[in-house]
């Protein structure tokens, strides 16, 4: 047994050190992507990317890659019920093969925007894309009151299970949670029993969310100061949660003055794509090198 654990713990470190030593994150282009409103994340999906924002209504639009671009393939979904505006600032969709999807939402609740109201819906994923709205495709509306500021929802395995994750947008105490996704689908709030799996501490700023399945790693998409500048931590996810606080392996900051707002690796960890909330210049292709 013993054998076998250090076994595990050195390959671990393997990847982690590799992981380490190559991450380099650099700006290729920065393009326009229109109709999102203020883009507030991006999601890929078995060779799709899903871009999502807050136009009149809160909308998710689908697109392709190609080359330096993304083309729009003509399907957009409106987050409303019945016309109307539900999920009217998403913040994140949660999406693992056949688990329950999952999308974030944070409800404004005084004009200063000091006051949030962080919302969580479970939804018919392929009723939504194919239908267009919400309309009959509302599972569940979540109240995410075990949160400190914000929700924006994201698959994470921990163990050989997998597990919603989201994190706190503010400026102190922010925590990165884990929900049980099963329990998630049938409460109405997150802090009824047994829905926090587990939970740790976290640096401020975290906008959004992306899981490196095959390396263990979190990437917290974060600014470097409240709605500006560019940043990424790599974490090492079981260590963060077995010492309950963020477990870094590298930090890249990127130039950018605007608000970054969400970022996926595309076919494999040599390209991604950054949102921004910009009205121009709001998708960034990114190279990582060694």
């Not at 992306?210 to 998409?221: F, N, P, S, T």
């Amino acid at each position: 047994m013993k054998i076998i654990l250090f076994s595990t713990t050195l390959a671990l470190a393997i990847v982690t050190l590799s992981f380490n030593a190559i991450v380099d994150m650099k700006i290729e282009r920065s393009f326009t992507i229109d109709s999102l409103g203020a883009c507030q994340g991006i999601s890929y999906q078995q060779g799709k990317l899903f871009l999502y924002g807050d136009r009149e209504t809160g909308v998710i639009r689908e697109y392709r890659e190609d080359a330096d671009s993304l083309v729009y393939l003509g399907h957009e979904m409106k987050l409303t019920l019945h016309d109307t505006d539900v999920i009217n600032h998403p913040t994140g969709i949660a999406y693992h093969e056949k688990d329950p999807v999952f999308i974030g939402n944070s409800i404004r609740l005084n004009k200063e925007g000091t006051l949030w109201k962080a919302m969580i819906y479970c939804v018919n994923w392929q009723g939504l894309q194919r239908t267009g709205s919400l309309d009959g495709n509302l599972i569940n509306t979540i109240e995410d009151d075990a949160c400190i500021q914000g929700t924006r929802p994201e698959y994470v395995q921990y163990g050989n299970k997998w597990f919603v994750a989201t994190a706190d947008y503010g400026g102190k105490a922010n925590e990165v949670r884990l929900y049980d996704p099963a329990l998630l689908k049938k409460v109405k709030r997150t802090s009824e029993k047994g829905v926090v799996f587990k939970k740790f501490t976290c640096d401020p700023w975290v906008q959004n969310l992306h899981w490196m399945a095959d390396k263990g790693i979190l990437v917290l998409i974060q600014n470097q100061v409240e709605g500006r500048k560019w940043r990424f931590a790599f974490l090492d996810l079981d260590k963060s949660i077995r010492d309950g606080k963020q477990s870094v392996i590298k930090v890249v900051d990127l130039s950018p003055e605007n608000e970054l707002e969400g970022f996926t690796f595309l076919k494999d960890y040599t390209r991604g794509i950054a949102v921004s909330s910009s009205r121009r210049n709001n998708a960034t292709m990114i190279s990582v090198q060694d």
